[in-house]
């Protein structure tokens, strides 16, 4: 195989996991969940931020050349959008100043808080400018400032812009690291061998590995992975004994009771359903409601009055099931009745959402919700439009969260560790599977409501996609009503 210089994308791969690299250069792309990137319209807001800074004060160079001559000559410049080349790295740069015989590096990132591997991946920057400059290097961050708020007009980007300086943080980092990994990676990159790396906690950090489900296609079907929220001590105990079938595990202390309840279940193949579950599913009154939210989460601005990275509601799914009619042998007949709201034409959806919500409602029942996510919607909410707020304190106070319940009452094995509503879902009815076309995750969700909202969507797809969206979400609560089925069902022969 040609040896190519390393560039960002293959060294972090290899840092994250050498098979993963091996995957990159070997598999196709159709094997690869690729996530998209949302950094272009910062980069664009940074060049708008520096050029208009710095282009009456100094030069603007573009050009490899011109870069490294004006920093051997001390002549002041800045650079937007550039590459940077030896024989064995090339690295793009998103910004440089060089002022007073100091080269200050910028990346750009659309995230609030500065994390472990942009402060290595500004050391990788780092480490290639020192081949070529002793000069004195200050390592900085453009960030996003979370207290932000979008109004009517374009982002104020010497408020919105988040510039965070790193350089005692990159200082501390060990630079001859990263001539050893140059070397390792090369290595991996000319044997063209599958590392025989196994999985483990790197395969979801710094992110979760596009290759994820490809490297566990041939694991045990309950892996001792699937015990959740491991600590590192239980990690390395787990790693010195060497199994990694849940059902071979010998009975240990450190686990926590989830974790026992979890493994005992594993091992019998066997429900766990407690004491209490029966009363706590007998405890609710009708009517039901079964409620979930889609919102969308951006760094950029798509209504004012918002902040980055604010959860923004954009829709709700409410299933209801109500008793009518006559008891007939202590039994009343039960009937499911389906609402929703949505609104994809690109107008703030907020008040109506809320304002439909307390209609549907109504001021009676038990609501179920799958975690408190929709809670701290409606709290933010109440702030938000303080009129309503009497009528939402209502509505939460009403919320069962039934992740909750389910995860403190009832464990079933094949939901291998997870209590999330995908991995719940594989216990009920097989329609409400999550086989759709362009929706299947809250996070495809929200990309894609953000998309339709900005209207990013050509109008052939367009149809398609907010048909996928509204089955998702109306697959969500039936899934929630299908699992408080359960759970009073199974309680029942307790
Ligand atoms: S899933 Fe894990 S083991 Fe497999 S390539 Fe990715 S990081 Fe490596």
Redesign the pocket.
Known sequence: MNLTKINKSKYFSWV?????L??DLNLEKKYRNIRPSNKQQLLNYTFEFFDRKYKNLYPKLTNKKDIISSIKSCNTFYSLDFKLENEKLSLHYDAMLFENNIIKLFIVKPAIYPKKNYIKELNLQKYLLNNFFDNEIRSHLILINKDYRFNEELPDLDQYLNIVECTEKVESLNSNEIELNISQINKTILSNKLPN????S??KSPYQ????D???TKLPDFHVEQIPNQSKDLKQNLLALNITDIKKLPDMEYFTSLQKRIIKSVKNSKEFISDELGNIMNSFKYPLFFLDFETIISPYKIFPNTKPFEPIPCMWSLHSEKQFGVQIQGMYENKIYYDRYYKFTGEDPRREFIEKLIVSVGSSGSIFIYSDFEIRILKKIAIMFPEYKHKIDLIINRCVDLLKITKKHYYHPKFKGSFSLKSVSKILTKENMYDLEFVNSGDDASRVLIDLITNKINSGQRKQIELDLLKYAEKDTLNLVDLYKHLKSVSEFM
């Open positions: 994250q996991c050498d098979k993963k091996y995957f790396t196994k999985i483990g790197h395969c590995c596009d290759y994820f490809n490297c566990r």
